[in-house]
């Protein structure tokens, strides 16, 4: 080994980095603060409103305080739609995640189309928000909780079915090899070798995204799809604050109820 | 009944595990098939019931060619041979008793396997073997909550409800210990004794093989090395087989099979299947 | 001797009044749910139709007014960039505040109330009060999304602060470091990698509700899509739809592209 070889392999100052890395990682600082600053300056944000948010928000506040109790009992009715939407658009996506997870996942579709077709259908379904496809399904059953309900479904068969689908790519394959073996249809495989592995991945899913969809049915009525949403946009609009405020309360209270099931029940599957 | 001709595969990588293999069982007999790992036994058993599409070849069980069947054949083919694997591989989740009957589901239409309902005769057939293999006590625990051997034993339930023409078995004891080996593999021929059932067994263990088989077949590179009874496995077979090695110790302990050691070792199963 | 000819499985509930129980309680739920739903049932049979016709003015997608399209998909994109830059950065106070092995209790309760409130107030509704102390337009919703981002990624570097072992902090605090030598050299090292991952994991995910918060006012592609909804121009709300399907694939992609590198 000549002596510069020697001296390139044991540098006698340590570095955590070389000077190129050292430069890559600036370039990747100045990089993502220039992004920042672009972004901030591109949105034409009218900075003198920070001026008196801060006289807005006390007064918001103080508006809502005290919340108008009585208020509580016109928004028990919303607030029970609200947990149906939730509830019934659960129940629609057990129906239909299952199936689409089934074409979706490589091991289990049955051949190159409707593997697309199932993947299709989940990136839909995810990548447009439940409140988006509220507009959609307003715009066809008109408004009301029935859209709402659609919503809910929509949005969350590719949130399910995705979990499913990757579940399913990670069964043990030598249990649906043994039932293929016996001489199973593919749906009997399917149904044998297949669900049963996957049924705590579904239930735990669907009792998730329950929870979720509470929170998601809260404000489809931003858009016309039932639930406290219409109640809380109009007292919001009506500048009834104290109104606002119960509201708020309520569905503070409905949400944290809901996680809390929603975690005993997922830690009793098994 | 059971005739291999010409059997090759070669996998999409290019590795040749299959080579001209020909094969006939014409009588309901045990048939060990030994040889090193990577010799191509999981994929001759894997061929027969294609599990694995063979390259080139003809299989014929009870004169019907298996390679060219079609979905719908195949299937019924299927149901004609029981299979069992060295990784039980039960459906862990389901009881003892949904794995047995998963032995009928080529016979059940899809809403009956829904529906648990299978016939009176294949309950009563399920709960006979349960008892065969001594697992009656567990027929509602599920799968998952048995020891190895239990749940080999539920595997072979599985195999034998089909009513099969012929047995592939895959290592059945590899997962297991000694003891719990020779018991499952004994419970292995005696039930295809019993019921006059072929069997094709993958085994790597030869003193095993030697003490239960009626014919033995040596695989080596995918190839046929050697074919006759357990009497015949010399020295120089095995290394034909396996390749250079001192093997007199092997044959020597199970060449005496029959005695004093193996009186042994079935009193101790006595005693533990007892207690 | 003969064998049983029947076979029950277990059954999930034992006592069957208990089972018939449940099965009715549970035909009772959906029935009642769907009796006391609010809905319209006439107008909502002819929904039918009525997506037939929608399906039908959507096609083909409408990318004539491009411009409108390309701007509103540009403000979604900064603002998510904006809102996950200063949510990363907020995120580290508000974390290490609500890390009870780090902090005096009252700090922590503090700290942990910050993160409590967009877990369960949705973004929409923080979006509408933004909208109401900023006015219209995508400042409320770079807000919301610094909310969103903050307390999501908050979580996460408290959660990993909790979860260090008692004893390396002990170590640290031993050679007698400060407070903020002992957040660089004790807390950083094990937080980092996760944070920066979660951080990425979050512009994806502030890209998806870009596209939302719109829908009150607060800016971005989804006001664009809520009033291409509200003038019945679907052949335009299907672009749009199509636009932000892609643009948040491409997040997702650019997100999963990332994080690989990282690792
Ligand atoms: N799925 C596969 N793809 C490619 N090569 C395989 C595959 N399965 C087995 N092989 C190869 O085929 C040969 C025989 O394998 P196998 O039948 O599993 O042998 P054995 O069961 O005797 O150990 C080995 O060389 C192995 O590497
Ligand atoms: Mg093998």
């Given at each position: 080994?000549?002596?510069?070889?020697?001296?390139?392999?044991?540098?006698?100052?340590?570095?955590?980095?070389?000077?190129?890395?050292?430069?890559?990682?600036?370039?990747?600082?100045?990089?993502?603060?220039?992004?920042?600053?672009?972004?901030?300056?591109?949105?034409?944000?009218?900075?003198?409103?920070?001026?008196?948010a801060h006289v807005q928000a006390a007064d918001l506040i103080t508006r809502m305080i005290p919340p108008y109790w009585p208020f509580f009992l016109d928004i028990i009715q919303p607030l029970v739609e609200t947990l149906?939407?939730?509830?019934?658009?659960?129940?629609?996506?057990?129906?239909?995640?299952?199936?689409?997870?089934?074409?979706?996942?490589?091991?289990?579709?049955?051949?190159?189309?409707?593997?697309?077709?199932?993947?299709?259908?989940?990136?839909?379904?995810?990548?447009?928000?439940?409140?988006?496809?509220?507009?959609?399904?307003?715009?066809?059953?008109?408004?009301?909780?029935?859209?709402?309900?659609?919503?809910?479904?929509?949005?969350?068969?590719?949130?399910?079915?995705?979990?499913?689908?990757?579940?399913?790519?990670?069964?043990?394959?030598?249990?649906?090899?043994?039932?293929?073996?016996?001489?199973?249809?593919?749906?009997?495989?399917?149904?044998?070798?297949?669900?049963?592995?996957?049924?705590?991945?579904?239930?735990?899913?669907?009792?998730?995204?329950?929870?979720?969809?509470i929170r998601?049915s809260t404000v489809l009525g931003f858009?016309?799809?039932?639930g406290i949403g219409i109640v809380l946009y109009s007292s919001i609009n009506l500048f009834a604050w104290h109104e606002v405020s119960v509201i708020l309360v309520s569905i503070f209270g409905v949400v944290i109820l809901s996680e809390?099931?929603?975690?005993?029940?997922?830690?009793?599957?098994? | 009944?059971?005739?291999?001709?010409?059997?090759?595969?070669?996998?999409?990588?290019?590795?040749?595990?299959?080579?001209?293999?020909?094969?006939?069982?014409?009588?309901?007999?045990?048939?060990?098939?030994?040889?090193?790992?990577?010799?191509?036994?999981?994929?001759?058993?894997?061929?027969?019931?294609?599990?694995?599409?063979?390259?080139?070849?003809?299989?014929?069980?009870?004169?019907?060619?298996?390679?060219?069947?079609?979905?719908?054949?195949?299937?019924?083919?299927?149901?004609?041979?029981?299979?069992?694997?060295?990784?039980?591989?039960?459906?862990?989740?389901?009881?003892?008793?949904?794995?047995?009957?998963?032995?009928?589901?080529?016979?059940?239409?899809?809403?009956?396997?829904?529906?648990?309902?299978?016939?009176?005769?294949?309950?009563?057939?399920?709960?006979?073997?349960?008892?065969?293999?001594?697992?009656?006590?567990?027929?509602?625990?599920?799968?998952?909550?048995?020891?190895?051997?239990?749940?080999?034993?539920?595997?072979?339930?599985?195999?034998?409800?089909?009513?099969?023409?012929?047995?592939?078995?895959?290592?059945?004891?590899?997962?297991?210990?000694?003891?719990?080996?020779?018991?499952?593999?004994?419970?292995?021929?005696?039930?295809?004794?019993?019921?006059?059932?072929?069997?094709?067994?993958?085994?790597?263990?030869?003193?095993?093989?030697?003490?239960?088989?009626?014919?033995?077949?040596?695989?080596?590179?995918?190839?046929?090395?050697?074919?006759?009874?357990?009497?015949?496995?010399?020295?120089?077979?095995?290394?034909?087989?396996?390749?250079?090695?001192?093997?007199?110790?092997?044959?020597?302990?199970?060449?005496?099979?029959?005695?004093?050691?193996?009186?042994?070792?079935?009193?101790?199963?006595?005693?533990?299947?007892?207690? | 001797?003969?064998?049983?000819?029947?076979?029950?499985?277990?059954?999930?509930?034992?006592?069957?009044?208990?089972?018939?129980?449940?099965?009715?309680?549970?035909?009772?739920?959906?029935?009642?749910?769907?009796?006391?739903?609010?809905?319209?049932?006439?107008?909502?049979?002819?929904?039918?139709?009525?997506?037939?016709?929608?399906?039908?003015?959507?096609?083909?997608?409408?990318?004539?007014?491009?411009?409108?399209?390309?701007?509103?998909?540009?403000?979604?994109?900064?603002?998510?960039?904006?809102?996950?830059?200063?949510?990363?950065?907020?995120?580290?106070?508000?974390?290490?505040?609500?890390?009870?092995?780090?902090?005096?209790?009252?700090?922590?309760y503090i700290?942990r109330a910050f993160l409590g409130i967009s877990r369960t107030f949705h973004s929409i509704i923080i979006a509408i009060f933004f909208v109401k102390i900023f006015?219209?337009?995508?400042?409320a919703?770079?807000l919301t999304?610094?909310v969103?981002?903050?307390s999501?990624?908050?979580?996460?570097?408290?959660?990993?602060?909790?979860?260090?072992?008692?004893?390396?902090?002990?170590?640290?605090?031993?050679?007698?470091?400060?407070?903020?030598?002992?957040?660089?050299?004790?807390?950083?090292?094990?937080?980092?990698?996760?944070?920066?991952?979660?951080?990425?994991?979050?512009?994806?995910?502030?890209?998806?509700?870009?596209?939302?918060?719109?829908?009150v006012?607060a800016?971005?592609?989804?006001?664009?899509?809520?009033?291409?909804?509200?003038?019945?121009?679907?052949?335009?709300?299907?672009?749009?739809?199509?636009?932000?399907?892609?643009?948040?694939?491409?997040?997702?992609?650019?997100?999963?592209?990332?994080?690989?590198?990282?690792?």
């Amino acid at each position: 080994m000549s002596q510069t070889d020697f001296k390139q392999k044991y540098p006698q100052i340590w570095k955590r980095f070389t000077p190129a890395e050292t430069l890559v990682r600036y370039i990747w600082y100045g990089g993502i603060v220039f992004i920042a600053v672009w972004s901030v300056s591109n949105l034409d944000i009218p900075w003198f409103y920070f001026l008196d948010a801060h006289v807005q928000a006390a007064d918001l506040i103080t508006r809502m305080i005290p919340p108008y109790w009585p208020f509580f009992l016109d928004i028990i009715q919303p607030l029970v739609e609200t947990l149906h939407i939730a509830t019934l658009g659960t129940v629609f996506t057990i129906f239909l995640a299952f199936p689409v997870a089934i074409l979706s996942a490589r091991n289990t579709t049955f051949n190159k189309t409707t593997w697309f077709i199932g993947r299709f259908i989940l990136v839909t379904s995810r990548s447009v928000n439940t409140v988006v496809w509220g507009l959609l399904f307003v715009a066809i059953f008109g408004p009301g909780p029935v859209a709402g309900i659609f919503s809910v479904a929509a949005r969350s068969i590719g949130f399910v079915g995705k979990l499913i689908a990757e579940a399913i790519e990670e069964i043990d394959v030598g249990a649906v090899e043994a039932i293929e073996a016996t001489g199973a249809s593919k749906l009997q495989i399917l149904l044998i070798g297949v669900l049963p592995q996957v049924m705590p991945i579904i239930l735990g899913t669907i009792i998730y995204r329950w929870d979720i969809n509470i929170r998601e049915s809260t404000v489809l009525g931003f858009v016309g799809a039932g639930g406290i949403g219409i109640v809380l946009y109009s007292s919001i609009n009506l500048f009834a604050w104290h109104e606002v405020s119960v509201i708020l309360v309520s569905i503070f209270g409905v949400v944290i109820l809901s996680e809390y099931l929603s975690i005993k029940a997922r830690a009793r599957i098994t | 009944m059971f005739i291999i001709k010409g059997l090759s595969k070669t996998y999409p990588g290019g590795v040749t595990a299959l080579e001209e293999i020909n094969l006939e069982i014409l009588e309901p007999q045990v048939v060990m098939v030994i040889g090193s790992s990577g010799a191509g036994k999981s994929t001759l058993i894997r061929c027969i019931n294609r599990l694995i599409e063979p390259t080139t070849g003809s299989v014929q069980l009870n004169e019907v060619e298996i390679t060219t069947l079609g979905k719908t054949g195949l299937r019924k083919a299927r149901r004609r041979m029981g299979m069992i694997f060295q990784e039980y591989n039960l459906v862990d989740r389901l009881t003892v008793m949904e794995n047995v009957l998963s032995g009928r589901l080529g016979y059940v239409s899809f809403l009956q396997a829904y529906r648990r309902k299978y016939g009176p005769e294949d309950i009563s057939a399920a709960y006979e073997l349960l008892d065969r293999v001594g697992l009656t006590e567990n027929c509602n625990s599920r799968a998952d909550a048995l020891s190895g051997g239990q749940r080999q034993r539920v595997g072979i339930a599985r195999a034998l409800m089909q009513r099969p023409d012929l047995l592939l078995v895959d290592e059945p004891t590899a997962s297991l210990d000694p003891k719990t080996s020779r018991q499952i593999m004994r419970l292995i021929v005696e039930l295809a004794s019993e019921r006059g059932t072929p069997a094709l067994i993958n085994i790597h263990d030869v003193a095993l093989a030697r003490s239960f088989a009626d014919r033995i077949i040596g695989l080596a590179r995918g190839r046929v090395a050697f074919d006759g009874t357990a009497a015949e496995v010399s020295d120089q077979v095995l290394t034909e087989i396996y390749g250079e090695e001192d093997w007199s110790a092997t044959i020597k302990n199970d060449g005496s099979d029959s005695s004093g050691d193996e009186n042994l070792l079935s009193k101790i199963e006595k005693e533990s299947s007892a207690g | 001797m003969s064998y049983p000819t029947t076979w029950q499985p277990p059954r999930f509930f034992t006592n069957p009044y208990v089972r018939y129980g449940v099965i009715l309680g549970v035909l009772g739920y959906f029935l009642l749910s769907f009796l006391t739903l609010d809905a319209d049932w006439q107008r909502t049979l002819k929904g039918i139709p009525r997506a037939i016709d929608i399906f039908q003015r959507m096609f083909p997608p409408n990318f004539s007014r491009w411009e409108i399209l390309v701007r509103g998909v540009l403000e979604s994109v900064q603002m998510a960039l904006a809102a996950s830059f200063f949510g990363m950065i907020i995120a580290i106070p508000v974390g290490i505040c609500a890390a009870n092995n780090l902090v005096p209790k009252p700090i922590y309760y503090i700290g942990r109330a910050f993160l409590g409130i967009s877990r369960t107030f949705h973004s929409i509704i923080i979006a509408i009060f933004f909208v109401k102390i900023f006015g219209f337009g995508p400042l409320a919703g770079v807000l919301t999304l610094i909310v969103d981002s903050f307390s999501f990624i908050g979580k996460m570097v408290a959660e990993d602060i909790e979860n260090m072992k008692p004893g390396k902090l002990e170590a640290i605090r031993a050679t007698g470091a400060s407070f903020p030598k002992l957040l660089i050299y004790a807390v950083l090292p094990p937080v980092l990698p996760r944070y920066i991952g979660v951080s990425i994991y979050r512009l994806d995910a502030n890209i998806r509700h870009s596209t939302v918060v719109g829908i009150v006012g607060a800016g971005g592609i989804g006001q664009t899509l809520a009033a291409s909804f509200s003038r019945y121009d679907y052949g335009f709300s299907l672009a749009i739809l199509m636009t932000i399907v892609s643009l948040v694939f491409l997040g997702e992609f650019f997100s999963n592209w990332i994080r690989a590198k990282l690792r």
